[in-house]
């Protein structure tokens, strides 16, 4: 039977409105995710179809709509709505497409739905952590794009592993928050400059929809990361770029030159991060910058001999290392770039330099001297010297293990290619790198974990029998990949013991003899004070001292609530925070224990308060404030020193740890508060005190020992491992000693100086007896 026009277009129709219910129906049990990414499947056959079939290409746009319809109607409009705004933009720019057959500005639809899309999903995971909803967040969150994984990245799961962990209650909402924003916006700045680089290739090429597609997708990303871009440059400047990327849309639609706005926009990205690395981070980058670019010239060498390529293998690592150490500094360069823009500018020219050559002899159209490489490479190692922050060279463990990986992925790259010389020089060099790098550190914190390494880095012949072995008999590469998986839980494992801290139930001990401690003095303070306060009118004036010892511990929670907020912001500095921080609780700790044992400590602290008591008790007009800034003072000084010793405690063990400890110990100073009293008893005073000081001189050489340890692992001090001497892993946990020359060493030295200071007071204290007693007794011949 024969089709009438008519016909053909009731039909088409039906399938339309068939394919819509369809759509709607499944739309209403799709997630976000699934949800995108039919529309993006759909929205390209409409770009396939449009030239040849629009009624088909129409309705993929359709299908498209009623997808988004079901999914994200119902969130985007009061969650998103710049998103929302921007996709319902891009359907009626895709259907102006269609009605006039426009492939470039369908190109720009597309691109403009799937970054509003990645957009929204962004907006509502982050309000659903404010809003406490853990379930609609992870449920967003697999709507996103990812940074590529290559060896010198890791996988994109931040986000992933931080929702995991807020929806346990293993960290807190705000953590959370900061761990997605990181992870997100450092990936939509990467497709950024993905985006930017591809639309260049494009335009050289020209390919005019890839143009017009990548100018929109480029757009897309920096209206994501404008709020970082006004935060940091202020917002004039965030409407500036945003106007450029606007221009840049309509000059590649327009097909006109982009020369000019890709030169206004590529200098200003440069030197902008929307997620700017962390301390610690910027550590690690560096350490990969310089470890990655110090093995270029050692492959290339290799791999030419008499101005010919006789390994590409080598080339190609030498190539590979190169990317990773250009990686490293284009994370490193906006950082770089504000300390010094010309030498940023001059080292990224060289890195470019260099991967000209190596490509150059890749392709074998030029094969430069390796004098040239090693030369090159000396040039930019000379300049980053200069050019990166002192604190950056000092070596990143994490660094080190990146290396070393990296290193044993070119191992397994020769066997595959059956080259196991080129095998066995990758499995030295990655030993090297052990040596050089973690191994002084594993010997004096985590002995234990060197045997395995050794085993499976050379002849061991246990589950997994060793590389060299397996390298020199030749085993095939399953073999070699079963070692090399092995060695990796060797490695992780080695990794986390050097980033292990205390026991937990050592911190707590620690957290509980420090609070109690200064319950028992502040104790004492309050009972020597009021001796005199005990019958008829002076029982009054216990009342403005009781008030003021209560608005102490007040304070002093104040104080603590705020030395957390102020560790909070500096979280960021990780060890180096830490190191800092328990430096000073050391120093105050000396210094108070010091005092303690010294006599002359308590009488004249002692002395000063009852001094300031008489003072005020014969000044009646300010008797009742008086007495009640002495309760205040007496008091909060205990509870000043406390939160000062406590927070080098939080930041290795962390908050809640702590925080048990303080509440036990909390616990007995108020139990001995009740005694003193309520029940009027007296208690043996010095020899409680002399017993509490006592393990506070214990936890003060724990303290001495961990933080020798945080400055060794952030490099801020030297390591002298004792290589005869071999400690299990709970001395270090559990008392601070680790086989250092430098840990050993001043924690005898911080010992000495206690135990002398205290037998330097009995001699002082017994000069004076002496002169005292000289005074008094009458002379021969009186």
Request: aromatic fraction near 8%.
């Amino acid at each position: 039977m024969k089709m009438t026009k008519r016909r053909i277009w009731a039909l088409l129709l039906l399938g339309i409105v068939w394919m819509a219910t369809a759509a709607m129906s499944s739309a209403q049990t799709l997630a976000p995710a699934s949800a995108a990414e039919q529309m993006r499947a759909m929205l390209f056959q409409a770009q396939l179809a449009l030239t040849t079939e629009p009624q088909a290409a129409q309705a993929d746009i359709a299908t498209a709509e009623t997808i988004y319809a079901g999914v994200f109607t119902a969130v985007f409009p009061t969650t998103a709505p710049s998103a929302h705004t921007q996709v319902e933009d891009g359907f009626v720019l895709a259907e102006t497409a269609v009605a006039t057959q426009n492939e470039l500005l369908l190109a720009q639809a597309r691109a403009q739905i799937q970054t509003g899309l990645l957009a929204g999903s962004y907006q509502v995971v982050m309000q659903a952590i404010a809003a406490n909803a853990p379930d609609q967040a992870q449920q967003w969150l697999p709507l996103r794009e990812y940074r590529p994984t290559t060896r010198f990245s890791r996988p994109n799961v931040t986000a992933t592993v931080a929702m995991s962990q807020w929806a346990n209650g293993e960290i807190s909402a705000e953590d959370a928050a900061l761990a997605v924003q990181a992870d997100l916006l450092d990936t939509y700045q990467f497709q950024l400059t993905d985006s930017l680089a591809a639309l260049k290739t494009a335009d050289q090429a020209g390919f005019s929809l890839r143009r017009v597609e990548h100018a929109a997708l480029a757009q897309g990303y920096f209206a994501m990361l404008a709020p970082a871009f006004a935060e940091q440059r202020g917002a004039e400047a965030a409407a500036a770029m945003s106007q450029q990327f606007i221009n840049l849309v309509e000059t590649a639609v327009s097909g006109q030159d982009l020369t000019p706005i890709l030169e206004a926009i590529t200098p200003t990205l440069e030197t902008f991060r929307a997620a700017p690395l962390s301390p610690a981070e910027q550590v690690r980058r560096a350490g990969q910058l310089l470890r990655f670019l110090s093995l270029v010239p050692v492959e290339y060498e290799r791999g030419v001999r008499g101005g010919v390529v006789t390994s590409e293998l080598e080339i190609q690592e030498a190539v590979t290392f190169q990317a990773g150490a250009a990686a490293a500094f284009a994370d490193l360069q906006s950082v770089l770039a504000e300390l010094n823009a010309d030498d940023t500018a001059v080292t990224a020219t060289k890195l470019d330099a260099l991967n000209q050559l190596l490509h150059a002899a890749m392709t074998g159209s030029t094969v430069a001297d390796p004098a040239q490489i090693e030369t090159l490479t000396a040039e930019l190692e000379d300049q980053l010297a200069t050019l990166l922050p002192e604190e950056w060279q000092t070596g990143s463990l994490d660094g080190d293990f990146d290396v070393i990986a990296s290193l044993l992925d070119q191992m397994e790259t020769a066997v595959a290619q059956n080259e196991y010389a080129l095998a066995e020089s990758a499995r030295l060099e990655a030993y090297a790198m052990l040596e050089v790098g973690p191994e002084a550190r594993l010997i004096a914190f985590a002995p234990e974990a060197i045997p395995p390494l050794e085993n499976l880095f050379w002849n061991g012949q246990e589950e997994n029998a060793g590389l060299a072995y397996l390298i020199r008999n030749e085993a095939p590469l399953a073999e070699i990949r079963a070692t090399r998986q092995a060695l990796d839980g060797a490695l992780a494992n080695a990794q986390s013991a050097l980033s292990r801290s205390s026991a937990p139930e050592v911190t707590a001990v620690n957290a509980a003899i420090i609070v109690f401690r200064e319950g028992l003095e502040a104790v004492l303070i309050l009972a020597s004070l009021m001796a005199s306060f005990k019958a008829g009118e002076g029982r009054k004036l216990r009342r403005p001292m009781w008030l003021g010892a209560g608005l102490a511990l007040v304070a002093s929670v104040i104080t603590w609530i705020g030395a957390q907020e102020l560790l909070s912001t500096l979280a960021r500095y990780g060890e180096r925070l830490e190191a800092a921080v328990s430096l000073v609780a050391i120093v105050v700790l000396l210094l108070i224990t010091n005092w303690f044992f010294h006599k002359v400590y308590w009488t004249g602290w002692m002395a000063n308060f009852h001094s300031q008591k008489r003072r005020l008790l014969n000044a009646e007009a300010s008797l009742w404030l008086g007495l009640l800034t002495l309760g205040f003072t007496s008091i909060y000084r205990e509870g000043f020193e406390s939160v000062l010793f406590l927070q080098a405690l939080v930041l290795e063990s962390g908050t809640a740890v702590v925080l048990l400890g303080t509440l036990a110990g909390l616990l007995g100073a108020a139990l001995v508060g009740v005694i003193v009293f309520a029940l009027q008893a007296r208690l043996p005073y010095r020899q409680m005190l002399v017993y509490t000081g006592v393990l506070i001189g214990m936890v003060l050489l724990v303290m001495v020992g961990h933080t020798v340890h945080v400055w060794q692992v952030v490099g801020w001090f030297p390591i002298h491992p004792i290589r005869w001497l071999s400690l299990p892993y709970w001395t270090g946990s559990w008392f601070g000693i680790f086989a250092t020359w430098e840990g050993l060493g001043l924690q005898l030295a911080a010992a000495a100086f206690v135990i002398g200071s205290y037998y330097l007071a009995e001699a002082l204290q017994a000069r004076k007896r002496e002169q005292i007693q000289k005074r008094h007794v009458p002379s021969p011949t009186a």
